[in-house]
């Protein structure tokens, strides 16, 4: 499996959590996570062990739509054991609920994986021009 490729979808082992050192944004102590994924569609969700309360909906990134994937500081690739770029599996963070209309995804801290670890960082980037409630597509019926 391709780590930046478009509409990749992850099949994550259903009994072994991802470890994020550093937490994700609003849940710093939440380290392992599991992924919840139906089999089918590119939205998987991604459930706090430790914290019940955190859970994301996250979609692959998307080339296509946004272009390159971001470069992950060389500080996190070494947190989660990246030795190359081509080695992250990029991940959005979805909001259902941000808008009446749209699912909108956060364009300024998309997810990094490192799918063979089973580690993963947020990637939290300072460009002020990313979209944090960018139109990822419309509300289910």
Not at 11 to 26: D, M, S, V
Not at 37 to 63: K, M, N, R
Not at 66 to 87: H, R, T, V, W, Y
Request: proline share 6%; net charge negative.
């Amino acid at each position: 499996m391709a780590a930046t490729a478009t509409k990749t979808v992850m099949k994550p082992e259903a009994n072994e959590a991802f470890y994020f050192p550093q937490g994700l944004a609003g849940f710093s102590d939440a380290h392992e996570f599991g992924f919840i994924y139906e089999g089918h569609g590119d939205i998987v969700c991604l459930q706090s062990i430790d914290s019940p309360e955190a859970a994301f909906l996250l979609t692959p990134w998307d080339e296509e739509r946004l272009g390159a994937a971001p470069k992950l500081p060389n500080e996190q690739c070494s947190c989660i054991n990246i030795d190359e770029q081509s080695q992250i599996m990029w991940m959005l963070v979805l909001n259902p609920f941000a808008d009446k209309q749209w699912v909108t995804a956060n364009l300024r801290a998309p997810i990094a994986l490192n799918l063979e670890a089973r580690m993963g960082v947020q990637c939290i980037r300072a460009d002020s021009e990313l979209e944090i409630r960018y139109r990822w597509m419309k509300q289910p019926a």
